[in-house]
């Protein structure tokens, strides 16, 4: 089974960046799609990018323009780059396989805050 750990949130000033990675476990990780998704408080959790085995990409509407999903397969770590962050990203941020089902396992996350 994959299991996978979130890493590189913080606290961050509106219009600065951030770099979450992701390590996985799992000998077929390079086949898997990937995905971020995050939860800010009282909301539900949200897909934000995701990345196939093959590297292409797609972006929720709210981080076109600011944010890269990409991965390592030879490190089996998917890492989100995130630019020009707003104080609306604030969010837990999650890494799991996409698409995701009501058997999901979620991780812990990390907690980026954006605020000045």
């Known amino acids: 089974q994959v299991q996978v750990v979130e890493s590189g949130g913080g606290l961050v000033q509106p219009g600065g960046s951030l770099r979450l990675s992701c390590a996985a476990s799992?000998?077929?990780?390079?086949?898997?799609?990937m995905g971020w998704y995050r939860q800010a408080p009282g909301k539900q959790r949200e897909l934000v990018a995701t990345?196939?085995?093959?590297?292409?990409?797609t972006y929720a509407d709210s981080a076109k323009g600011r944010f890269t999903i990409s991965r390592d397969n030879a490190k089996n770590t998917v890492y989100l780059q995130m630019n020009s962050l707003k104080p609306e990203d604030t969010a837990v941020y999650y890494c799991?396989?996409?698409?995701?089902?009501?058997?999901?396992?979620w991780g812990q996350g990390t907690q980026v805050t954006v605020s000045s």
């Open positions: 799991n396989r996409f698409p995701t089902t009501m058997r999901t396992v």
């Open positions: 990345i196939t085995s093959g590297g292409i990409t």
């Open positions: 799992g000998s077929i990780f390079s086949l898997y799609a």
